[in-house]
C-alpha cells in the first residue's frame, strides 16, 4: 500500500524543509509529490535540493495558478493507492496521515476529513484568534444543509482514495477547489469519516 502525499507550496521558505522531511522520514511506503505554485521566495531552491531523491516528483510552475491546480496536477502524478495533502506552513501533525490512512483502510472510506473543530472546545479559540475562521463554520454548515451531513470542518487536511476521487475532481483552479470537490464527493455518495486532528495556526493566517 502506497500513501502518495501531495505538498502545494507557495512562499514557505520558512517552513518547507521540515515539512518535507517529515515525510521523508516516516517509515512507510511513500511517495513525495512536491508542487511550487509561482512562489518568489527562497521556496523553489529549496525544493531543487530533493530533486535526485528517490520517490520525490517536483513541478515547479512559473505563476500561481491556483491551489485546485495543484492539486489536479498532484492527482495526475500519484501512483498510490492513497493520497494524502500536506500543507507546507506545518498548520497540520504529519503523523495524521497515518492514523486517517488506517482509518480508511479500516472502513473503506474514499475520503477521510481531518477536523479541526471537531473538538468543540476549539471552536470559540480559534474564532477569537483567527476571526476569518467563520468561513469554515459557514462552508461546513452550508455542505451540511445542502445533503444532510453532520460534518465539524470541511476545510481542514484530507485523505482521499485515489481511484474513487480522481473520476470526480474538480476544474476550479483557485480555493473554491475544495468546496466544490467536498459537494462532488457527497453528491456522488462516497463514503466519508470525519476524524479529529491538532491544528496549530500560523502567523499571518489566511484561512
Request: glycine share 4%; net charge positive.
Amino acid at each position: 500500500m502506497t500513501l502518495s502525499f501531495i505538498i502545494p507550496v507557495f512562499n514557505e521558505e520558512k517552513t518547507l524543509s521540515k515539512a518535507i522531511d517529515d515525510i521523508i522520514n516516516l517509515s512507510i511506503k511513500k511517495e513525495i509529490i512536491i508542487i511550487d505554485n509561482g512562489s518568489t521566495d527562497n521556496s523553489i531552491n529549496i525544493i531543487r535540493n530533493y530533486q535526485n531523491i528517490t520517490d520525490i516528483k517536483i513541478i515547479l510552475k512559473s505563476k500561481n495558478l491556483g491551489f485546485g491546480d495543484s492539486i489536479q496536477k498532484g492527482f495526475n502524478l500519484a501512483t498510490g493507492q492513497y493520497i494524502f495533502i500536506q500543507y507546507a506552513d506545518l498548520e497540520y501533525d504529519h503523523l495524521t496521515s497515518i492514523s486517517m490512512l488506517n482509518l480508511a483502510i479500516e472502513n473503506n472510506c474514499d475520503a477521510i476529513f481531518g477536523s479541526r473543530l471537531k473538538d468543540k472546545k476549539n471552536i470559540l479559540k480559534l474564532l477569537v484568534n483567527k476571526p476569518s475562521y467563520l468561513a469554515t463554520i459557514v462552508c461546513t454548515f452550508l455542505i451540511n444543509i445542502f445533503y444532510k451531513k453532520k460534518f465539524t470542518d470541511i476545510i481542514g487536511t484530507k485523505l482521499y482514495k485515489k481511484n474513487s476521487i480522481k473520476k470526480i475532481l474538480p476544474k476550479t483552479k483557485g480555493q473554491g477547489f475544495d468546496f466544490e470537490l467536498v459537494s462532488l464527493i457527497c453528491k456522488n455518495q462516497l463514503k466519508i469519516e470525519e476524524t479529529y486532528v491538532d491544528y496549530v495556526p500560523r502567523e499571518n493566517s489566511k484561512e
